[in-house]
């Protein structure tokens, strides 16, 4: 598995945009989607930790407090907020489009609700509201922050049955959430695969709107025969058998490129379920 960097993330999103820019109708619903995540995962990166927790003792403190915290990596797990679910707007159509795309109108709804899906997909919150009985609670926090209902802080806590406790207690008390940077990159990006080395983003299917057709048509040649009845005393004779026919090389067919790469995206991807790259 590779890891993810800043440079990485900034290359593929350059790659998506540009991908996007030179086709009519913009990128696919599924493209779309990966577009915006790889964005969330840019901003993720750019994330400033809140607050430290002490491996052995247990304790949270700030940078104010501790001014050590974030060089003494030895000691301190850095902490970040708990990224809230965002503000996911209304289903689009094609009488919403505005002026400037008034030209194609079912395209611009089509790329907003794209990017409205992947808002939703990526909306679910980083851990459960603590409303369930403590025999259900799932912790999924590596930090919580007990807090009053006018903010003060009464306590921190690394258990989060106990996080549950403290909400139970009283209907205005409340809990703060931190998370260390891996989960709070797991939270922004949702499922989404994070892609093996060796190995590329490609389209499930090859078509003209994806700029596929226009790029491998004619790319790829094949040899066939062809044979004649008499000699034809031509330029063509040097290629010529001896039995009538001639050696000439072709386009590969558009529909069997297309078979072809079907039939190697169908392999790829049994491949990566079982394991077996």
């Known amino acids: 598995m590779t890891t993810i960097t800043k440079e990485w993330l900034q290359q593929t999103i350059a790659e998506f945009e540009n991908t996007r820019d030179d086709i009519p109708f913009g990128l696919d619903d599924d493209d779309a989607k ?60 094609s009488d919403d489009c505005p002026d400037l795309y008034a030209s194609q109108p079912e395209a611009w709804a089509a790329g907003w609700n794209a990017c409205r899906a992947a808002l939703l997909h990526g909306a679910e919150p980083v851990s459960q509201t603590y409303e369930l009985p403590q025999t259900q609670f799932e912790q999924v926090a590596d930090l919580y922050e007990m807090q009053f ?12 049955a106990k996080a549950a406790q403290w909400l139970l207690a009283c209907d205005g008390n409340k809990v703060q959430e931190y998370v260390r940077l891996e989960r709070y990159h797991e939270a922004l990006i949702g499922n989404s695969p994070v892609i093996p080395d060796d190995w590329v983003m490609v389209p499930k299917k090859l078509t003209a709107e994806n700029g596929a057709k226009s790029l491998l048509s004619g790319e790829f040649l094949e040899t066939t025969f062809i044979s004649f009845p008499e000699c034809l005393a031509d330029e063509e004779c040097e290629s010529c058998d001896g039995s ?29 379920a079982t394991g077996d790259n």
């Open 244 to 272: 009538g026919r001639i050696k000439i090389e072709v386009p590969v067919r558009w529909t069997t490129i297309k078979a072809i790469w079907n039939k190697g995206v169908e392999h790829f991807r049994s491949s990566t």
């Open 34 to 93: 990966i577009l915006l995540v790889l964005k969330r995962a840019l901003a993720s990166l750019d994330a400033e930790p809140v607050r430290y927790l002490n491996k052995f003792s247990g304790t949270c403190v700030t940078l104010e407090q501790q001014s050590n915290a974030a060089d003494d990596v030895a000691v301190y797990i850095p902490l970040y907020t708990a990224p809230p679910a965002p503000v996911v707007p209304e289903e689009a159509y």
């Open 149 to 160: 209902d006018d903010g003060r802080t009464c306590a921190f806590h690394t258990d989060g």
